[in-house]
């Protein structure tokens, strides 16, 4: 499991419960059923605990909150490829589970009131909660499970089918329960992450064409509806006063704000000077340049009027970097991929655009225990010697770390290592141009949907003007961006794989071959290679803890030497600002240290605020 960036589906989505009773089934093997389910080892909380420690249970539900937003919205319909979807939209559906974030990969039952599977997880049964209802009072039955998975397969976004290539179908069982049938029993996180399952209504769709973009809120189940909305420019989501789920033991302390707003900004500058004129009210802080200087000299910060926080988290580093497009002819060549890797001066970069406050990416599993460091382990060289010829010699002779300058912006002993590997690979400066035999120069387009990341590729283009190679920049919209991606219609792009400490079947999406030609998937290196696909089948079969992390690991190092990312720099807190008139709860959970869902609005700060006063 893994949360990624801009098309994870309905704004995120979402899984089990206490130590399962054990039955008999019919087959002689072991069938647990409960109201939780873990990756590895058993459920922190028992059936119908008392509300986590990262809650508030007494949270007052009053208030509004403003979030701003980057680009514009045309769409009501996340669950399609179609269409800009708004910010927030996923609030509207509930899922059968519940992922608890202070655990690695543990989920609850959420619609499922109960969930039952076998020892070998072969497959995996929901009983639906009698009390789950549509926003328009109707029950959610077991019709409306077997239509989602099966429309959401067939004619939702690409990554469904990815998700659930592994799940043969999906059936009604009882008068609420629905049953899941694998593919095998070597997928053991199957279970959890059909519980991840967005549920729609089959009796609203009736009739409808799903693969078409609409404006049309659809019936929804979860503890927001769309309030109102100013296509393009705003939307506003209210909480439904007798939401079905607010009395879960997971929930009681959530979803307290009584409006939440998204306004619409065209870049990150003027979302900014929006924040601190206090048009929105929290701000998620990724700059940290903006983090060291932005705030330093406001007043509302010296009165105590805006709060900041650094919260520290234990979640994976996300490999963050510029992605070569192997689809273009040009990036085929590790040794070109390398050498253009070279002229990014992080160094450099680091210290005088963010003040020294980033460290530099070196693994797409950084900060945690599936890093990959130092030389493979015996058990990884188990995995990987089947494999040599076939994936990069440095994975058995190095450890992997990117390239690191003096700082100074030289790049001088930079260039010497660039030029002996273009010229390797067919390359040769020419009237002071990159050239291949052929007279081609080589040539490159770098598409962006937000300026500030002008500022990041600016002194790239510098250091590669003199290698001879010529990279332009063009920022576009985000409709424009967002079709050129789902298309790969594109040679460079920043982009951003985040993953949790359960990686699973989303690598299929990230790195598979099948991956590779669909379009709006995560695999936006094109990577079609049969090592890395054999590496991602045995990270999903990972039978325990232990081999999962030795198997990912492989797959790291092979990922990393294939230069297919110049990775650029992570920070291990989450930046927040906000303006103050909220409470939130003083523990936060491991692997969401934000979870903006827990706070809540402190009417006497608020008044205070109102009122201009100091703290």
């Known amino acids: 499991m893994a949360i990624g960036r801009r098309r994870l589906l309905a704004g995120g989505a979402a899984l089990w419960l206490g130590a399962p009773a054990i039955v008999r089934a019919q087959s002689s093997s072991k069938v647990h059923v409960g109201q939780g389910i873990a990756m590895h080892g058993e459920p922190k909380f028992p059936a119908d605990a008392a509300p986590p420690d990262f809650v508030n249970p007494n949270a007052p539900k009053v ?19 179609k269409g800009v979807p708004a910010a927030g939209i996923g609030r509207l559906w509930e899922t059968l589970c519940w992922h608890c974030p202070d655990e690695a990969f543990t989920s609850y039952g959420l619609i499922a009131e109960t969930i039952e599977w076998p020892e070998d997880r072969s497959w995996v049964a929901f009983t639906l909660r009698p009390q789950a209802k549509w926003h328009d009072g109707t029950s959610i039955t077991p019709e409306d499970v077997v239509f989602s998975f099966d429309i959401l397969k067939s004619k939702g976004r690409p990554n469904y089918a990815a998700y659930y290539a592994d799940v043969i179908k999906a059936e009604k069982t009882g008068e609420r329960k629905v049953l899941f049938t694998f593919r ?61 789920a607010q009395d879960l033991w997971f929930n009681r302390g959530r979803n307290n704000f009584e409006t939440i707003r998204y306004e619409y900004y065209r870049d990150n500058t003027i979302i900014f ?139 001088r002993e930079q260039l010497r290592k660039a030029i002996p590997l273009l010229k390797a690979a067919g390359w040769e400066i020419k009237d002071g141009k990159m050239t291949d035999k052929t007279g ?114 492989a797959l790291d190092r092979v990922l990393s030497w294939h230069m297919f990312v110049i990775p650029q720099f992570y920070s291990g807190k989450a930046l927040v600002a906000y303006w103050n008139r909220f409470g939130r709860p003083t523990k936060t959970a491991r692997y969401d240290p934000l979870a903006f869902d827990t706070w809540w609005v402190d009417e006497a700060k608020d008044r205070a605020l109102t009122r201009g006063e100091k703290k």
Not at 315 to 335: C, E, L, S, Y
Not at 476 to 505: A, C, H, K
Request: with cysteine.
């Open 184 to 244: 095998n029993d070597r997928n053991r996180e199957l279970p959890l992450i059909v519980g991840e399952l967005p549920i729609l209504s089959s009796t609203w769709w009736q009739g409808k064409d799903f693969e078409k973009t609409s404006l049309e809120p659809a019936l929804g189940s979860g503890a927001y509806k769309v309030d109102s909305m100013d296509v393009g420019r705003s939307i506003t989501y209210r909480r439904v006063p007798d939401w079905w």
């Open 440 to 553: 081609r120069k080589l040539a490159f387009e770098i598409l962006l949907n937000d300026s500030a990341f002008e500022k990041m590729a600016l002194p790239v283009k510098q250091n590669l003007d003199r290698l001879g190679i010529e990279m332009s920049i063009r920022t576009v919209d985000t409709s424009q961006y967002q079709r050129r991606t789902d298309n790969y219609d594109f040679d460079m792009v920043i982009d951003v794989w985040g993953e949790s400490l359960s990686p699973g079947n989303e690598q299929r999406d990230f790195w598979g071959s099948k991956a590779a030609d669909v379009p709006g998937g995560r695999n936006t290196i094109g990577i079609k290679d049969p090592a890395i696909d054999q590496l991602v089948d045995l990270i999903i079969s990972a039978p325990d803890r232990e081999s999962l992390i030795t198997r990912t690991r």
């Open 273 to 411: 000077e929006a924040f601190k004129g206090g048009d929105t009210d929290i701000r998620r802080e990724n700059s940290g340049r903006n983090w060291m200087i932005g705030y330093k000299d406001l007043p509302a910060i010296a009165d105590g009027r805006l709060q900041r926080a650094e919260i520290p988290h234990e979640n994976p580093a996300p490999m963050q970097g510029f992605v070569f497009n192997t689809r273009r002819d040009i990036f085929k060549d590790r040794r070109v991929r390398e050498a253009i890797g070279l002229m990014y001066d992080f160094e450099w970069q680091n210290k005088n655009l963010s003040y020294g406050f980033y460290q530099r990416t070196r693994s797409y599993f950084g900060n945690c225990e599936l890093e990959a460091k130092g030389l493979p382990s015996p058990e990884e060289l188990k995995i990987l010697e089947p494999l040599r010829g076939k994936i990069p010699d440095e994975v058995f002779t190095a450890e992997y770390n990117p390239p690191k300058t003096d700082g100074s912006g030289n790049v």
């Open 63 to 81: 208030g509004a909150v403003k979030f701003g937003t980057l680009g514009t919205y045309d769409s009501l319909h996340p669950f399609t490829l």
